[in-house]
């Protein structure tokens, strides 16, 4: 186990550096760039200034040039600077990340609220209707993309019942209530999104563990695991008494 364990870790490495590739070249392999961007939103960068501009940014460098400098400067912390604010990128952020967690473990606590007793119900009750209704929901929820749920949530209520969620940021710890209000329906669409995946793995799991089957092969590692810690302490007390004898 733990071999396996340090093998995901390390795994861990290459699977981001890859993922740092695809995204970086495939960014660069779009048509344009920020520039372009840039100068549709300001009619005075054209030309020579936007030639300079791509100096200044390194875009004028060959793609791999770009990603060499562009990784060694995340690994040294160094996220640049935003084109738009010129502010440190990581500044930035540091204001965007309360929020961006917040969200997250909101998503994954009424995910798993939802997808826990669903999951167990339809397992223990297989082949009924109440486990089509739970296979069928799950599947909805991994279909049905949140960006789709989202727009919806925001549209058809402003246009039915003159009703939109709160769009202003209050930190939780200045007003708990009106944080929570604030976030509870951004939360509940992923959270909804996230329950489909844990809901069908709560099936398949307790399915397995609760059949017969799956309760014997538990017994059974649990036997295997006693007999052989039985033969090291069996064995340990022969090597002892031949030591001392």
């Known amino acids: 186990m733990r071999a396996y364990i340090i093998r995901r870790i390390l795994l861990i490495i290459p699977t981001l550096l890859l993922v740092t590739i695809i995204d970086f070249f495939t960014i660069r392999f779009i048509p344009g760039d920020v520039v372009d961007l840039m100068a549709d939103a300001h009619e005075n960068i054209t030309g020579k200034t936007a030639q300079a501009l791509r100096a200044e940014m390194g875009l004028d460098l060959p793609v791999h040039v770009q990603y060499g400098k562009w ?7 160094d996220f640049g600077k935003s084109l738009w604010t010129k502010q ?17 473990l909101m998503a994954i606590i009424i995910g798993i609220i939802i997808a826990l007793p669903v999951g167990i119900y339809s397992a223990i009750r297989q082949d009924t209707i109440g486990d089509y209704a739970g296979r069928s929901i799950a599947i909805a929820m991994i279909a049905l993309p949140s960006f789709w749920l989202g727009t919806l949530v925001m549209v058809f209520p402003a246009i039915w019942w003159g009703w939109s969620p709160a769009m202003v940021y209050v930190p939780f710890f200045e007003n708990p209530i009106e944080n929570l209000q604030i976030f509870i329906v951004p939360s509940i669409i992923p959270g909804m999104v996230l329950s489909g995946v844990t809901m069908s793995m709560t099936r398949t799991l307790t399915s397995k563990f609760s059949a017969p089957a799956g309760r014997g092969k538990v017994r059974t590692s649990l036997r295997a695991s006693a007999q052989v810690y039985f033969c090291m302490d069996q064995c340990s007390l022969q090597t002892i008494a031949k030591s001392k004898s």
């Open 88 to 104: 440190p990128v990581i500044e930035e952020l540091r204001p965007r990340f309360p929020v961006s967690f917040q969200l997250g």
């Open 71 to 77: 990784i060694g400067d995340v690994l040294r912390g």
